[in-house]
């Protein structure tokens, strides 16, 4: 049994120079009674009582290692993936098991919203995907980008973009499909984490029960 704790990669994708400013009434949103709830963006999600929810500290970890790991030695693409981060907010992040359990592999799911007050051109969840699929292009790890079935789908009520990704990391096959669409000029994304069938329909069942106000 592998010890594997999945990182969290590249979650902030569009890379901007400036400081973009929060909106007023922006919310990280909570959880109460199993219940994730976000009131600027008007969702909802189910979070299994028995799954381990990251804190903010433990995301930035998370993300820093992620960071590095795509990056590799290429500087310009770490600098790219810093400057992105000023305009990410990690809403919610769970993992099915405590970051470190001894599984083969830890499926989760998360919402990052990012700022693209400083990126006009990204007009949609479609756009914001393929922008996103350039910068993955220029990691140190390979990615693959498999085909999506429904390339645009409905979560609780709301379109979102679909991306399929796969990448090889210490011998384990990394499975990722993106969600993404555009609301109040953030790219709200959904981002599912998992290896092999069995636990990408335990995700998509999570997913199911997204409910937009």
């Not at 120079?17 to 922006?26: A, I, K, R």
């Not at 590095?68 to 500087?75: E, V, W």
Request: net charge negative.
């Amino acid at each position: 049994m592998k010890y594997f704790v999945p990182l969290v990669l590249l979650c902030s994708l569009i890379g901007c120079n400036s400081q973009s400013t929060t909106p007023e009434g922006f919310d990280y949103g909570s959880i109460e009674k199993g219940v994730y709830r976000n009131h600027f963006f008007n969702f909802s999600i189910d979070v299994p009582e028995d799954w381990s929810v990251q804190s903010d500290e433990m995301m930035d970890e998370l993300s820093e290692a992620g960071t590095d790991m795509i990056a590799g030695d290429n500087k310009s693409l770490k600098q790219d993936l810093d400057a992105a981060e000023i305009n990410t907010a990690y809403l919610l992040t769970v993992f099915k098991y405590e970051v470190g359990a001894p599984v083969d592999f830890n499926p989760s799911y998360l919402f990052v919203a990012e700022n693209l007050s400083m990126a006009p051109t990204i007009r949609n969840g479609k756009d914001y995907l393929e922008e996103s699929k350039k910068l993955l292009q220029q990691a140190a790890v390979e990615y693959q980008f498999p085909p999506v079935e429904q390339p645009v789908v409905n979560l609780g009520g709301k379109e979102f973009y679909v991306m399929n990704t796969v990448m090889e990391y210490i011998g384990t096959k990394i499975e990722q499909t993106y969600y993404a669409c555009i609301d109040q000029n953030f790219a709200l994304t959904c981002i599912i984490s998992y290896s092999g069938e069995a636990q990408k329909q335990e995700l998509e069942t999570l997913l199911s029960s997204i409910k937009f106000l």
